[in-house]
Nanobody, 129 residues
Framework: AIRLVESGGGAVQAGGSLRLSCDVI??????????MAWFRQVPGKEREGVGSLIIDGRASPQYGDSVKGRFTISHNEDKTALYLQMDSLEPEDTAMYYC???????????????????WGQGTQVTVSS
């Protein structure tokens, strides 16, 4: 079975940028057409969908309203890594960020964490003002 390993988190000042990586370990060559996503969660709040895309899909990536225009989700050509480029970071972006796979990308269903059965352990992002 595949494993997802996030990296790239850290502390950054407001207005800065950060790039998160999600390494897909094991059977990545079968991931064309799979729905993958980034989520984030802060204490006391539900896990929030940040962005999603279909690996090698024709549809454009989807984004949560709070990050649209600032964050960009993508993957590498050999399908072994999912990325989240975060620009214009705000203190409100502080959260644990998770990579997820094998969900449903159509419609708005991807925004539900329950739709994704495979998760990484998360990487912390802290944005200071």
């Amino acid at each position: 079975a595949i494993r997802l390993v996030e990296s790239g988190g850290g502390a950054v000042q407001a207005g800065g940028s950060l790039r998160l990586s999600c390494d897909v370990i094991g059977y990545a060559w079968t991931y064309s057409g799979h729905c993958m996503a980034w989520f984030r969660q802060v204490p006391g709040k539900e896990r929030e969908g940040v962005g999603s895309l279909i690996i090698d899909g024709r549809a454009s990536p989807q984004y949560g309203d709070s990050v649209k225009g600032r964050f960009t989700i993508s993957h590498n050509e050999d399908k072994t890594a999912l990325y989240l480029q975060m620009d214009s970071l705000e203190p409100e972006d502080t959260a644990m960020y998770y990579c997820a796979s094998d969900g449903v990308c159509r419609g708005s269903g991807w925004q539900s964490a329950e739709a994704f059965p495979i998760w990484g352990q998360g990487t912390q992002v802290t944005v200071s003002s």
